[in-house]
């Protein structure tokens, strides 16, 4: 995601700093960032002068003092509420006083995070999605601290970089992923049960709902682990059966089956 957001706003026009734990992941994900704009040149989407015009615009760094002078910070690590809020308590500490802190979360409480800091007024949500440069969606999350003022920025920040922002209150999964995960899970329950396979259920739902995937390839992109968390954090707040994760996903994380990114998930992509 970090990536994606990075390559969508600089091929927006802003100057990027992208920070990551080590130089050497800053990199890596400034290749990859670079690796998909030269996929649009050979596309002929974009053009070979502004596809490094787009890379001029991003610095690389481990350095989290390098974001001292930012208007914007848009928050993308793991998706675990106690490391978010160590690194907005950092980011509070670093940034002027002007700089908004966003996180990019899918589902947890911005609010926690809002309380981290001495600037409860300038912290929400700007979620995108995955991927970032191809999804049009954005959803703005306004904790009950926020300020008109800072999602005013924020859905302007967003509508420059070319989205449809949709704004949302501060409650577990917003809009997008508290009516999808309950299919999703669903899904996995129907597999579980033996109703039919992964790529059956998969075909269905493309065909059936006219879905551009199933919810198993999607759920291999998201990631299990990402997957489950979601879950989790889902029924922690609503205590809806429909948001308790199934045990076979559960078991899948054990395994380390993360989908895409470990090479296996519900599909194989060792191939």
Do not use: W
Request: hydrophobic share 45%; aromatic share 6%.
């Amino acid at each position: 995601m970090g990536s994606g957001i990075a390559e969508t706003a600089a091929v927006n026009g802003f100057d990027v700093v992208l920070r990551s734990r080590s130089q050497s992941t800053a990199d890596a994900t400034v290749a990859a960032l670079e690796k998909s704009l030269n996929r649009q040149v050979d596309k002929g989407k974009k053009t070979e002068a502004e596809r490094d015009e787009a890379l001029a615009r991003v610095t690389a760094t481990s350095d989290l003092a390098a974001l001292k002078d930012v208007d914007l910070v848009i928050e993308s690590v793991v998706e675990d509420l106690a490391v978010k809020k160590v690194l907005f308590n950092e980011l509070d500490r670093i940034t002027a006083d002007h700089t908004i802190l966003a996180t990019n979360t899918s589902t947890l409480p911005v609010i926690e995070l809002a309380m981290q800091t001495g600037r409860p007024d300038k912290v929400c949500g700007v979620h995108f999605f995955n991927p970032a440069p191809v999804m049009a969606l954005v959803e703005l999350v306004k904790p009950l601290t926020a300020s008109d003022e800072t999602i005013a920025s924020a859905r302007q920040f967003a509508e420059a970089c070319g989205k449809t922002p949709v704004e949302v209150k501060d409650q577990a999964g917003f809009i997008v992923n508290a009516l999808l995960f309950p299919y999703l899970n669903n899904a996995v329950r129907l597999y579980e049960q033996g109703v039919a396979s992964v790529e059956d259920i998969d075909t269905a739902m493309k065909g059936g709902c006219g879905f551009p995937m199933g919810p198993f390839a999607l759920l291999d992109l998201v990631g299990l682990d990402t997957s489950l968390a979601i879950l989790d954090a889902l029924y922690d707040e609503y205590r809806d059966p429909n948001y308790a994760a199934v045990p076979l996903l559960r078991r899948m994380v054990s395994a380390e089956l993360f989908g895409r990114k470990s090479g296996q998930g519900f599909l194989d992509y060792r191939k």
